[in-house]
């Protein structure tokens, strides 16, 4: 039975897909009528994404390579135009996916600074030693960023600021933080 949705993009050959991608932002819709694109960056500056000439996009695993042709930014996204993206229907086909690129060509974190996907997947231990859960993912507020651990059923929200972040050792994928279990 025919479907009036629009089909995701077809994927290029898994062998061509860098192993090290690491997602962006998505793409929040289409705007015009030439294929072009919202952009929402999970970036601390959103036109740092732009550094990248290729962009790697897709959904449920399935990625394919796009190229950067045009881009303006606007206060809460990007605006942009990708090689192969020529109408509306290709553009709003894209809705929903994620943006990508290569962790190996992102520049070195500095002192103190992390990406946000090298700490997904961390366990989180208070001083005491306790177990708060594993970071499920960060987010931004207007104050800080917002470390979410999840431990099974329990969520816990932690600021990621100097006094309860204690320390961050990526080699041995934990965090210690000051935070008790019952907060």
């Not at 991608?21 to 952009?39: D, E, K, P, T």
Request: charged residues 20%.
């Amino acid at each position: 039975m025919a479907s009036n949705k629009p089909t995701a993009p077809q994927t290029q050959s898994v062998a061509t897909v860098p192993e090290d991608l690491v997602s962006m932002g998505y793409i929040s819709g289409a705007f015009g009528i030439r294929g072009g694109i919202n952009v929402v960056a999970d970036t601390e500056h959103p036109d740092s994404l732009l550094d990248y000439k290729t962009w790697w996009i897709g959904r449920d695993g399935q990625w394919r390579a796009y190229t950067l042709v045009e881009a303006a930014v606007q206060p809460k996204k990007l605006s942009v135009t990708l090689a192969g993206v020529d109408d509306r229907d290709k553009a709003f086909a894209l809705k929903g996916c994620q943006v990508a690129v290569p962790r190996s060509l992102m520049p070195q974190a500095g002192a103190d600074e992390y990406y946000w996907a090298d700490l997904v997947g961390l366990a989180v231990v208070n001083a005491q030693g306790e177990h708060l859960g594993v970071v499920e993912k960060l987010f931004e507020t207007g104050a800080n960023d917002v470390i979410v651990a999840k431990d099974g059923d329990v969520e816990r929200l932690l600021p990621f600021v100097g006094h309860v972040v204690l320390k961050v050792d990526l080699a041995a994928r934990i965090i210690t933080v000051d935070w008790g279990l019952d907060y």
